[in-house]
């Protein structure tokens, strides 16, 4: 690794894709020498690991916040409801 990259664990989302979209236009551009290209590849690759289990975590997060608000949709919400206390008296 390279002494000015950071940890990819210590990157933002952001940070790494930017990153990683530096790299593959690095790697279109063809300038690069075989060994350079292939330490690029390579912390692609691992970027891009990194940021496909962000997104399948923010993805499960998201589930898990559905499913918690329809679960609360099925309860009947009553706050609206007229009251019913003057029928006891």
């Known amino acids: 690794m390279d002494q000015n990259q950071k940890k990819i664990e ?5 940070e790494a ?7 593959v236009r690095s790697l279109e551009a063809g300038d690069l020498e075989l060994e350079e290209s292939l330490a690029r590849y390579s912390r692609g690759v691992e970027l891009l690991k990194s940021l496909r289990q962000r ?3 923010a993805e499960q997060k998201v589930r898990v916040l ?3 608000t329809t679960a609360d949709e099925s309860v009947p919400d009553t706050t609206a409801a ?3 206390a003057f029928i006891n008296e």
């Open 17 to 23: 894709s930017t990153e990683l979209e530096q790299i």
């Open 82 to 84: 007229p009251s019913t």
């Open 55 to 57: 997104l399948a975590n």
């Open 66 to 68: 559905a499913d918690a």
């Open 10 to 14: 210590d990157m933002s989302f952001k």
